[in-house]
C-alpha cells in the first residue's frame, strides 16, 4: 500500500491557534499518542487556513476528533499531543 503524506507544520506562535506550516511530513495513519502515553488514534488529515495548519483531524475507534496544532509535537513518524487521552475523548 502507498502512503502518502500530509504536510503539518510545528513552529509555535506565543499566542496563536494556527501554526506557520513547516517542511515536516507525517505520514497519513500516523500514530497519534496523548500526554498520558496512551495511544489515541491516527491521522486522517491535517487542517489549513491558507498557508496556517489549524490542526489535525484523528479517527477515534468510530468516531473522529479535531486537535489543534498548538497542541501537538512531531516525533518522528509519531504525532503527540499534550492533551491526556480523557481530555480528548471529551472534543466535540
Not at 1 to 9: E, H, Q, Y
Not at 28 to 52: C, F, H, Q
Amino acid at each position: 500500500m502507498k502512503i502518502s503524506t500530509l504536510a503539518l507544520g510545528i513552529f509555535a506562535l506565543a499566542g496563536a491557534t494556527a501554526v506557520r506550516a513547516e517542511a515536516l511530513n507525517i505520514p497519513r495513519n500516523a500514530k497519534v499518542v496523548s500526554a498520558d502515553g496512551r495511544d489515541v488514534g491516527l491521522v486522517n488529515r491535517v487542517l489549513t487556513n491558507g498557508d496556517d495548519v489549524t490542526g489535525i483531524r484523528i479517527i477515534m475507534g468510530s468516531r473522529s476528533v479535531t486537535v489543534g496544532a498548538d497542541k501537538l509535537s512531531l516525533d518522528g513518524e509519531m504525532v503527540k499531543t499534550s492533551l491526556t487521552r480523557k481530555e480528548i475523548e471529551r472534543l466535540p
